[in-house]
């Protein structure tokens, strides 16, 4: 079954420090999206992907962070200069229809962990 | 705006037991609400979902979860708990004025007891 896959699944970085955080999205899928929660908080919407640009952002996606699809497989969550409070999981997930439709189900990759020391 | 509140952090039950698992969600639209959930150093997988067709949602590994709109609840649930369900759990809610956002409740972490 195919699969959204995250690398690395740990990151350990300091203070100030940029970070790419990768993942491979299901093939046939055109909506990309991202994702982290913060340890014992909700899963938050950063980003989301279509046809090589943002469709929207959320508040926390501020000017540090930028998103790529470099090639036709791999979509990075890029983080300029992280911060302690950058500490979180980070989701990524791809749709095959538009988000905000019944049927434009998620499927979320299995998240890296990055910590900001 | 959309939101979901999961009601209870932690659920422990008895294997065999019935699983109940709270989801209460605002919106100013019709919702379309998910549930999903996280096994150990594993990303999230849809449980089930509704788009408002039934309002008796079946999902995978035996859950299934009722829309209630004049509750604006969508509670998960199980017949029967097996050790396998020991899992985290999230709600989440989106719809047609949400643009591109999953709202995602704050997880509930299901512990089934031998």
């Known amino acids: 079954e195919p699969e959204v896959t995250q690398t690395p699944s740990h990151q350990v970085t300091q203070m100030g420090q940029e970070v790419i955080l990768r993942c491979v999205p299901i093939?046939?899928?055109?909506?990309f999206y991202w994702y982290r929660q913060i340890l014992g908080q909700k899963v938050e919407f950063l980003v989301s992907f279509y046809n090589n640009e943002i469709s929207e952002k959320s508040e926390i996606f501020d000017d540090q962070f930028s998103v790529e699809r470099p090639d036709g497989s791999n979509f990075t969550l890029k983080i300029r200069s992280t911060k302690l409070e950058d500490s979180a999981m980070y989701f990524c997930?791809?749709?095959?229809?538009?988000?905000?439709?019944?049927?434009?189900?998620?499927?979320f990759g299995p998240g890296t962990r990055l910590t900001v020391t | 705006a959309q939101s979901v509140t999961q009601l209870g952090s932690h659920v422990s039950v008895s294997e065999g037991a019935l699983v109940l698992l709270r989801c209460n969600y605002s919106s100013s639209v019709p919702p379309y609400l998910f549930w999903y959930v996280q096994y150990p150093n594993q990303g999230l997988q849809l449980l089930l979902k509704?788009?408002?067709?039934?309002?008796l949602v079946k999902g995978i590994n035996g859950f299934e979860a009722e829309f209630k709109k004049s509750e604006t609840s969508f509670h998960l649930t199980k017949p029967s708990a097996h050790m396998s369900d020991a899992a985290e759990y999230f709600c989440a809610v989106t719809g047609s004025n949400t643009g591109n956002q999953f709202y995602f409740g704050t997880g509930t972490s299901l512990t089934v007891i031998p």
């Open positions: 997930a791809s749709s095959e229809l538009p988000p905000g439709t019944g049927g434009g189900e998620q499927y």
């Open positions: 093939s046939n899928h055109l909506y």
């Open positions: 509704y788009t408002s067709a039934a309002t």
